[in-house]
């Protein structure tokens, strides 16, 4: 049995008067007529000629979501196409299956690409004619020239990062208040709430077109959508909007290095300001440990620009550019969590923590890493801070076993070396009194390990409490009109216990 063809063709943009002469003469010759939806002014057209055709709205209330309701129609095609037409005396093009959508074919028409995918593998033969599409209509009313930068997003799968506020923006596919909704959201991640865009409905259909200007906040309120709605977001120039980009970051830092850029930019090396990239990650850490919002926004993005200088040298001799090095995290994010990315299950933490270790073993391995280690405590920054360090050597020791059970001989090794630092003091040797204060400070570093506190933060954590506690003490010495001169040990010590309370 001979397969049908299909032919789908476009029915432009609304307005019937746009339908081409080829496809209306296609339209009234053929003998099988599928259309998508019914609600399109050409359909008006068709009736008045008495041209019958099959609709799949029905679909629409049958499946829950867009998708599922393309699959159908492709799939239903399909069907009609296989079976063929061998009762059928005409010839094979009166035989073919005549598909009709709005618009241009090609353009927002997932059931055509889905047709494209699997005509060719069943042996049909599948022929696509244009028609005028939406944009032909759009950039007309809207008064917008695709030349100066044109971006045509779907609102089903609309992501801020696809947002280009220099780009003229099209954003097909609103049927509803709900889908204007998640616009709007979209948006405003990358646009002020108050920015103006522009509602079109029915463009370049006669009678029944409008044009709307909201500001984005609106988009979801007191708005009629439908098959024939769009929302546009002009282009812009304004720097603000810019500032929210990463492109332009990558573009300032690029021409504070270059030649009309900063003189001090020019000159700087990793080296010359490896000093602030230790700075600029402790003034984030002061501005998390005091829980301050606006310190984050700030020094957060002080960290970035170390990264970015950092980078951007590395660009200019060509080794590699910021956006290798964010493929390369990107690449390394997805590879640690299987159980995210990949099909490895993880039900807590610790499981989540295995996998990435394990995955992290991996990659030292294919990299031969591991092989170019002599020792199991390799791989740990040599500029770490002591504690950290400490930290770190001693977790490393314990997973190849060397290891106390529990926590019992732990606190025993800090008695035994609180007491040989005691023995140093009295022996009025000062290197062996620091030695001996450091195998207690590592001896607590074990400790901290069994009770599951990480030192660094816990020492922070009474760093803060004594400035805390102190500064207490300042502030009576002030409300008493005292200074330190005049005040003793017994009376701060009271003032200390106060601020305990507190």
């Known amino acids: 049995m001979a397969h049908s063809p299909i032919v789908i063709v476009g029915l432009g943009s609304g307005d019937p008067d746009q339908l081409t002469l080829g496809i209306w003469r296609r339209l009234q010759a053929a003998k099988r007529i599928f259309v998508r939806t019914e609600h399109h002014p050409v359909m008006a057209l068709l009736q008045e ?18 998708p599922e309701v393309y699959e159908a129609i492709a799939s239903r095609l399909l069907e009609e196409a296989l079976q063929g037409g061998s009762e059928r005396e005409a010839s094979a093009s009166d035989d073919a299956i005549l598909y009709a959508v709005p618009g241009h074919p090609m353009v927002a028409e997932r059931t055509v690409q889905l047709l494209r995918e699997r005509c060719a593998a069943e042996g049909i033969e599948l022929t696509v004619l244009g028609g005028e599409s939406f944009l032909d209509a759009a950039f007309a009313s809207l008064g917008m020239d695709p030349i100066e930068g044109f971006s045509l997003l779907d609102a089903a799968e609309l992501k801020a990062s696809l947002l280009q506020p220099e780009l003229h923006t099209i954003i097909g596919q609103v049927y509803d208040a709900f889908t204007a909704s998640d616009v709007k959201l979209a948006l405003m991640e990358r646009y002020p709430e108050d920015y103006e865009v522009v509602i079109g409905h029915a463009l370049g259909v006669q009678g029944e077109e409008r044009i709307i200007s909201v500001p984005i906040y609106e988009l979801d309120r007191n708005q009629e959508y439908g098959n024939l709605s769009i929302i546009y977001v002009p282009r812009s120039e304004d720097p603000v909007l810019r500032n929210r980009t990463f492109e332009r970051l990558h573009e300032i830092v690029a021409i504070l290095r270059s030649p009309d850029g900063c003189p001090w930019d020019r000159e700087q090396t990793h080296q010359s300001i490896r000093k602030n990239f230790i700075e600029e990650l402790y003034e984030a850490l002061e501005a998390i440990d005091n ?26 001799v060509g080794a590699f550019s910021v956006y290798d090095v964010i493929e390369t995290l990107n690449e390394k994010l997805i590879f640690r969590h299987p159980h995210v990315f990949g099909e490895t299950g993880a039900q807590n933490a610790d499981e989540a923590l295995a996998n990435w270790e394990g995955m992290k073993a991996e990659e030292k391995r294919r990299k031969g890493t591991d092989a170019a ?3 199991q405590l390799d791989g740990i920054p040599p500029d770490l801070p002591a504690l950290m360090k400490a930290y770190k050597l001693q977790k490393k020791a314990a997973k190849v076993g060397f290891d106390w059970d529990e926590l019992g001989p732990v606190l025993s090794k800090i008695e035994e070396e609180l007491l040989e630092l005691r023995e140093a003091i009295s022996s009025g040797d000062e290197e062996k009194q620091a030695d ?21 933060e816990a020492l ?7 400035k805390s506690r102190f500064q207490y003490i300042e502030e009576q010495l002030r409300i008493n009109g005292k200074t330190f001169d005049q005040t003793d040990l017994l009376e701060m010590d009271r003032w200390w216990e106060e601020a305990k309370r507190l």
């Not at 957060?300 to 200019?316: A, T």
């Not at 570093?445 to 069994?450: D, E, K, Q, T």
């Open 49 to 66: 000629h008495t041209i019958p055709y099959t609709t799949f709205d029905s679909l629409y209330e049958q499946h829950e979501s867009f």
């Open 291 to 316: 829980d301050d919002p606006d310190g984050m926004q700030e020094e957060f993005g002080d960290v970035i620009l170390q990264v970015m200088l950092h980078s951007q040298m590395e660009e200019e």
């Open 373 to 375: 280690r002599v020792s």
């Open 436 to 456: 001996e204060l450091g195998d207690l400070l590592f001896a607590v570093v074990n400790a901290s390990r069994f009770i599951h506190a990480d030192p660094e």
């Open 460 to 466: 922070s954590r009474t760093n803060r409490k004594f």
